[in-house]
């Protein structure tokens, strides 16, 4: 009985349940440097080639954003990548009392980083896509508004359709009236341009 509790007493947990590894894997399925703890952000500075960043918050905020999540975060841990960092004789020593070296939990890094990889490079393409595309709308709002179409109905000539003013002339007056560009004969806007239905309005509603 008690040599039965010897031997399960000297098994040693796998790799990837020791907490610095389980805390990295969940920083690359969240793709979210946010999750490091203090273990991790040690190990990551002194065995993994990565700098202080001043502290935790720093290096948090250096890799937060996604082009650095995936262009150099990631990179440290991936074996065809220019910022590999790979594993030096002063790995091989035990890292605290796991049972297993700091080279062994270096490889257990690069094994998620290597499952992941394809994936992380694909959400940060959409993530910087998406940060682009609302810069440009906000831009776009800023220095050239969407044009607003009126939506005309002729009596005359039956034709429903819609108007756009690409630009208005120095000699522009609102006279309350449109010629219909199909038939000719004029349209009243009544109550002028305020009461007119745009196009926008009308397809909301």
């Known amino acids: 009985m ?6 399960n007493s000297d098994k040693k947990a796998a790799v990837t349940d020791l907490p610095v590894v389980r805390n990295f894997k969940k920083v690359i399925g969240a793709r979210d440097i946010i999750h490091m703890n203090h273990e991790l952000y040690r190990f990551l500075n002194l065995h993994c080639g990565f700098i202080a960043h001043f502290d935790i918050n720093g290096f948090k905020a250096a890799y937060s954003d996604p082009g650095n999540f995936e262009g150099v975060f990631i990179r440290h841990f991936d074996r065809d990548h220019r910022y590999f960092s790979g594993i030096y004789r002063c790995h091989e020593e035990p890292y605290k009392d796991t049972g297993y070296t700091k080279a062994e939990i270096k490889e257990a890094f690069f094994r998620i980083v ?92």
């Open 2 to 7: 008690e040599q039965s509790i010897s031997k």
């Open 114 to 205: 290597d499952a992941e990889k394809g994936a992380i490079e694909r959400w940060a393409r959409l993530k910087q896509k998406a940060a682009r595309q609302a810069v440009y709308l906000g831009l776009k709002q800023e220095f050239a508004p969407e044009e607003r179409g009126i939506a005309l109905n002729c009596d005359a000539c039956g034709t429903v359709y819609e108007l756009k003013v690409k630009l208005e002339g120095r000699a522009y007056s609102d006279f309350r009236i449109i010629c219909c560009v199909f038939c000719g004969r004029q349209i009243k806007l009544q109550g002028g341009e305020a009461d007119v239905e745009y196009a926008g309005q009308r397809k909301a509603g």
